[in-house]
């Protein structure tokens, strides 16, 4: 008798998990003027090929706009008010034209509306800029681009940004590191949803072969693989936090020493001494 039961027990969850296996589910990918391009397709290339995923791109406005450095045209499939019902919302980051589109009421007020209803939400890279607006980081851990962890926190006061993992989970809401890094997210989006052997199969089909399941944080649960914290300066111009491998120059100015990340920062630092003179 108490092996049927076990049985019984064995098969009724089989069957469970066979069910949340074929359930579909609708991805939607935000764009905006200027969206990094490796951001939205690094994901889309993963999670299209999921089972039973139906991943699309919604815009505000459908019309066509450029990926970064209008290096790309793109013609979103949907917009605010044609877009199906959401499960997995996907934001990517940006550069210089991130602030605009985080700083749009018509965007934050479609995030937060969305995220309410999801299962799960994820960003990639400076996109976590967007839950921060949407007030959506509160109490939460999340990560972001290695450049932009200071001032995300300083966006996102009552949240705490993390910069030693490729990925952070809290609840439902998936954050990545920089670019690159939304591959590692997507997968183990995947790999909580469908399971090891799908996201297995999808870093293989596209020879992702530096996936490492266990390179991010779970909050209640670190599996994080934390590298020992080198000493860290400051980028006066752009506040990126840098290790003596970011430093493009460290110059002296009277009795100050400077580093910088780029001769573009460096640049505008002189400058702005130029005219306090």
Excluded at 49 to 62: G, I, L
Excluded at 143 to 167: C, V
Excluded at 189 to 198: D, F, M, Q
Excluded at 238 to 247: A, G
């Amino acid at each position: 008798m108490r092996v049927l039961i076990v049985l019984f027990l064995f098969i009724h969850s089989f069957l469970l998990q066979a069910q949340k296996d074929t359930t579909k589910l609708n991805v939607a990918i935000f764009l905006y003027p200027g969206v990094e391009l490796l951001d939205f397709a690094g994901p889309l290339e993963v999670l299209a090929n999921a089972k039973d995923m139906q991943v699309f791109t919604v815009a505000a406005d459908t019309g066509k706009l450029y990926s970064m450095r209008k290096s790309l045209t793109i013609l979103p499939d949907y917009n605010f008010k044609t877009v199906p019902k959401v499960d997995i919302l996907v934001i990517p980051g940006a550069g210089e034209s991130l602030m605009a589109a985080v700083n749009k009421p018509e965007n934050i007020a479609w995030i937060n509306s969305v995220y309410a209803s999801s299962k799960m939400a994820m960003s990639i890279c400076t996109g976590a800029a967007f839950f921060a607006k949407a007030g959506i980081l509160d109490g939460k851990k999340a990560t972001t681009h290695w450049g932009a962890t200071h001032m995300l926190q300083e966006y996102a006061p009552k949240s705490t940004i993390l910069d030693n993992a490729r990925f952070v989970l809290d609840g439902k809401l998936l954050t990545t590191a920089g670019v690159s890094a939304g591959l590692d997210g997507a997968l183990f989006l995947v790999n909580e949803l469908r399971g090891s052997a799908e996201a297995q199969k999808i870093a293989r089909a596209i020879e992702y072969d530096k996936w490492d399941p266990s390179a991010g944080f779970i909050v209640g649960k670190s599996i994080a693989k934390v590298s020992p914290k080198s000493h860290k300066v400051l980028d006066p111009i752009c506040k990126m936090k840098l290790t003596s491998e970011d430093v493009f120059i460290t110059k002296v100015y009277g009795n100050q020493s400077v580093s910088f990340c780029s001769a573009h920062c460096q640049e505008m630092y002189e400058a702005d001494l130029k005219s306090k003179k």
